[in-house]
């Protein structure tokens, strides 16, 4: 299977720890995004990327989360001091330079913070 | 106001049925429409993606945007069970990388 995967799935954490997600896009795709998805509404984006810059950030990732590809393959998700609020399914994507709108999506890691 | 305006549903119809999904944005920039399926706690697979507004078929499916009205559609016909799921439309504008989601509106096709 060539699409794109995510891990782990699923994650429960404790409140004020960190957690740390990864991507890999489906090869060749040079861009990557990060959305989350809470129950009962659609994704929301986050950030992404084009190869290994981070080009555009939303106001919803606060300054807890970070995200890294570092070699402009797979991406890194990391939300510091974690709170209750930030439980959700944390979706990625990717897309070629051939049809960036066209961004398909992994199975989500879906984040439990008790 | 939201940006897109979905439908929470849920929608049910029978087997064989044909099903109209719809949206409505309120951003006149929106150039790229898509429709997504996603299953319960799966990830969202692309269905559809149009450009700018008319139709656009594959298979049972076909894709229909309206930008005059700022409203898209997507037809389903002879539903079958197996499309239970919830669809999401999703837009982008020109130049922007994000996509924007509806809701999402939960199908229940009943055998």
């Known amino acids: 299977d060539t699409g794109v995967s995510q891990d782990p799935r699923h994650k429960i954490t404790k409140r004020g720890q960190n957690v740390t997600f990864r991507c890999d896009p489906i090869s060749e795709h040079n861009r990557l995004y990060w959305y989350r998805q809470t129950l009962g509404q659609g994704p929301e984006f986050l950030t992404y990327f084009q190869n290994e810059a981070q080009l555009e950030k939303s106001r919803l990732l606060s300054d807890r989360f970070s995200a890294e590809r570092p070699k402009g393959s797979f991406s890194t998700l990391e939300i510091q001091r974690t709170e209750q609020g930030d439980s959700a399914m944390y979706l990625c994507?990717?897309?070629?330079?051939?049809?960036?709108?066209?961004?398909?999506f992994g199975p989500g890691t879906r984040l439990t913070v008790l | 106001q939201k940006e897109v305006e979905q439908d929470p549903g849920p929608l049910s119809v029978p087997e064989g049925a044909i099903v109209s999904l719809n949206c409505t944005y309120s951003?006149?920039?929106?150039?790229?429409f898509m429709w997504y399926r996603q299953y319960s706690r799966k990830g969202p697979e692309l269905l559809m993606y149009?450009?700018?507004?008319g139709n656009k078929e594959d298979g049972r499916f076909t894709a229909q945007v309206d930008k005059s009205s700022k409203y898209i559609s997507l037809f389903i016909r002879d539903s079958q069970p197996s499309d239970s799921a919830t669809y999401l439309c999703?837009?982008?504008?020109?130049?922007?990388?994000?996509?924007?989601f509806g809701t999402g509106t939960r199908l229940l096709v009943s055998p």
């Open positions: 994507a990717s897309s070629s330079y051939r049809s960036y709108n066209e961004q398909f």
């Open positions: 999703a837009m982008s504008a020109s130049g922007f990388q994000k996509l924007v």
């Open positions: 951003n006149s920039a929106f150039q790229y």
């Open positions: 149009t450009y700018s507004s």
